[in-house]
């Protein structure tokens, strides 16, 4: 049972546009949310997060958006920038001293120069 | 910026032979966790450590892993005898309080 889903395996966008990568989750027990890229060959690195007590979170050019009635979350990056291309998961975390992250299955952005 | 270090980055070896990966965490953190992903498919847990006390192994197939990490520093996963299905990237990934997992590069295996 995939708790975490990331239903587009890829996206391709113009340099300049909008990038909108989504992700659904099942479980509403998970209270925080994080977005991770990951480029081939190297672990993935932290991008930004949510709590589940806020519906937006923005840094910079990427913006996380959180939708808790149709469990849903969304990360929008803009502009998208060739250095974006990479692979986005979404990942999910109960509250508690684990903290095990639950990931998606990760959407590959490609940015077109 | 403190890294998390694994080593080797890459691992060839063939079926029915032992392998093993080594994790030197952030210093100070005491939470280690190791995820495997295969291509195409997110991370998954595979065994979680609280200094040298492992916290959650329900994920981790023990008739051929096992992982330890003595004194609550560095860290191994070991498996023995490798399969085919087991060809992924082994990624260590630490933490030291709220949410901030850092992870390291991973190693990539390769089962042939």
């Known amino acids: 049972d995939q708790q975490v889903k990331q239903n587009s395996p890829s996206l391709s966008v113009q340099e300049g546009r909008i990038s909108i990568l989504n992700c659904d989750y099942t479980?509403?027990?998970?209270?925080?949310f994080l977005w991770y890229k990951k480029y081939p060959a190297e672990g993935p690195t932290f991008l930004i997060s949510?709590?589940?007590?806020?519906d937006k979170n923005e840094d910079g050019r990427f913006t996380v958006f959180l939708n808790k009635s149709a469990k849903h979350l969304s990360l929008h990056i803009v502009p998208s920038q060739p250095g974006d291309s990479a692979v986005y998961f979404c990942?999910?975390?109960?509250?508690?001293?684990?903290?095990?992250?639950?990931f998606g299955s990760g959407t590959q952005l490609t940015v077109l120069p | 910026e403190a890294e998390v270090a694994q080593s080797p980055r890459y691992k060839i070896t063939e079926k029915s032979q032992a392998v093993a990966f080594w994790c030197d965490p952030i210093?100070?953190?005491?939470?280690l966790y190791w995820y495997r992903q295969i291509l195409g498919q997110g991370p998954e847990l595979l065994v979680q450590?609280?200094?040298?006390?492992?916290?959650?192994d329900s994920q981790l197939p023990k008739d051929r892993f096992s992982a330890e990490r003595l004194k609550g520093v560095d860290s191994t996963l070991k498996i023995q005898p490798a399969e085919l299905g087991d060809s992924a990237m082994y990624l260590c990934?630490?933490?030291?309080?709220?949410?901030?997992?850092?992870f390291g590069s991973g190693t990539r295996l390769t089962v042939v």
């Open positions: 949510i709590s589940s007590i806020k």
């Open positions: 990934a630490t933490r030291a309080s709220g949410y901030g997992y850092t």
């Open positions: 990942a999910a975390s109960l509250s508690g001293s684990a903290r095990q992250l639950t």
């Open positions: 450590f609280q200094d040298e006390s492992v916290v959650d």
């Open positions: 479980n509403s027990m998970f209270d925080y």
């Open positions: 210093s100070g953190h005491a939470t």
